[in-house]
């Protein structure tokens, strides 16, 4: 079901106080930092992590002929995928294992204001870079998600060894609860913060306002002119500061394309010809990324960032 799964004790963590353009976020900061805030019954966390790296269409990225999405992107929404999954690890549980009734939960995949990369350091270890991503023994590359319970921590433990650690996946590479990451690569690499084509990381902020993420996902309105003529072929998601991160590097798992349609039931290409993208109609659009992250971008903005490429690229 999940190619990461882990346990922790609900816990706090210090988050800084934040000015950014999301104002959901800055508004819930103080949530994220302790999630008894919203759920005063909660006592574990249940993490899991599903996996998306690979090399479709790899050799062609970088092709002026086509623009590209980010991996994350390929497949469906993450945050429709996992919930669904966790919704079935629940009845699972239940039908399966003798527990103290009623157990409350609350189900999260960015749904929640939870504070997700810490949970996930918190339960199976890893590290979160420079890049601002939480690294895995399989690299950043990886959705997470999880269940805030009321299940004590002892008895989740025993649950883990006897049910949980039975979900991951077969193929998944790594079987332990915890990663061994001791210390951080970043202090002799910063390879992201070189990479990144619109200068958003400066540690230690990630400058949200300029992150092509942010942008192409998130941001109401066209993208700035200025900030379009960094972001090359890119039309949605962005990883460059991972696709150069040693972690990601180190950890060298990247799935086919038949385990990514296993894991998130539909696969689309990575790279866009620009002649099929300058065709694309409303109706197209939300036909060739239905049920993908790529339609959060609303095929006005879609047309922009085509329009600007198609031009810029004439241009050089
Ligand atoms: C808001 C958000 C975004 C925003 C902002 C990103 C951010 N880092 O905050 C935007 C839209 C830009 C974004 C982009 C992306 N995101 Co996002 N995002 C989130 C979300 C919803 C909340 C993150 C959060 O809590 N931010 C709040 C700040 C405080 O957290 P932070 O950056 O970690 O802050 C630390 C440091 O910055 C530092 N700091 C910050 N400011 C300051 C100031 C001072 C003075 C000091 C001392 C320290 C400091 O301290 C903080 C605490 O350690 C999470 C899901 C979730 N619910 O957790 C997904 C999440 C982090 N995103 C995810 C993904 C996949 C992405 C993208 C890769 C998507 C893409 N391909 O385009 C990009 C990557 C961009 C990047 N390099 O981070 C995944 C990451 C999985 C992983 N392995 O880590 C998550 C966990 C979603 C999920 N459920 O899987 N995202
Ligand atoms: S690219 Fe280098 S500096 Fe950036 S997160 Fe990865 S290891 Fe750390
Ligand atoms: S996702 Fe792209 S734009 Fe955002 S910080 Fe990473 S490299 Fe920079």
């Not at 790899?58 to 945050?79: C, G, N, W």
């Not at 500061?241 to 894991?263: F, I, M």
Request: charged residues 25%; contains cysteine.
């Amino acid at each position: 079901m999940f190619d990461l799964i882990g346990i922790a004790k609900v816990s706090t963590f210090r988050l800084p106080k934040i000015k950014t353009p999301l104002k959901w976020l800055n508004n819930t900061i103080r949530l994220r930092e302790d999630v008894k805030r919203l759920f005063p019954w909660a006592k574990s966390a249940i993490i899991v992590g599903l996996a998306y790296d690979n090399d479709i269409d790899a050799a062609l990225i970088y092709h002026p002929d086509y623009m590209s999405i980010s991996k994350y992107a390929m497949v469906r929404e993450y945050h429709k995928i996992i919930p669904k999954r966790l919704k079935k690890l629940i009845t699972m549980l239940s039908e399966n294992v003798k527990l103290e009734n009623p157990v409350r939960h609350k189900i999260h995949a960015d749904i929640f204001p939870i504070y997700e990369k810490g949970y996930a350091q918190k339960a199976l270890g890893g590290i979160t870079g420079l890049n601002h991503l939480w690294h895995s023994p399989l690299g950043s590359f990886v959705l997470l998600g999880g269940i805030i319970t009321s299940i004590k921590y002892s008895k989740l433990r025993k649950l883990y060894s006897s049910f949980l650690s039975k979900l991951i996946y077969p193929d998944s590479p790594f079987k332990h609860p915890r990663c061994a990451y001791q210390h951080t690569l970043c202090a002799s690499c910063k390879m992201c913060i070189a990479a990144c084509p619109t200068n958003a990381l400066k540690p230690p902020l990630l400058k949200i306002h300029r992150c092509i993420g942010y942008l192409t996902a998130e941001h109401k309105g066209k993208i700035p002119k200025a900030l379009q003529a960094k972001m090359k072929n890119i039309l949605f998601g962005c990883d460059i500061c991972q696709d150069v991160c040693l972690y990601n590097k180190l950890a060298s798992y990247k799935l086919t394309k038949r385990q990514l349609v296993e894991r998130f039931g539909k696969v689309i290409p990575r790279i866009w010809h620009i002649s099929v993208l300058k065709r694309m109609s409303v109706t197209g659009f939300y036909k060739a990324f239905a049920g993908t992250p790529v339609i959060r971008m609303r095929y006005y903005k879609f047309k922009d960032r085509v329009n600007f490429y198609v031009k810029q690229r004439t241009r050089d």
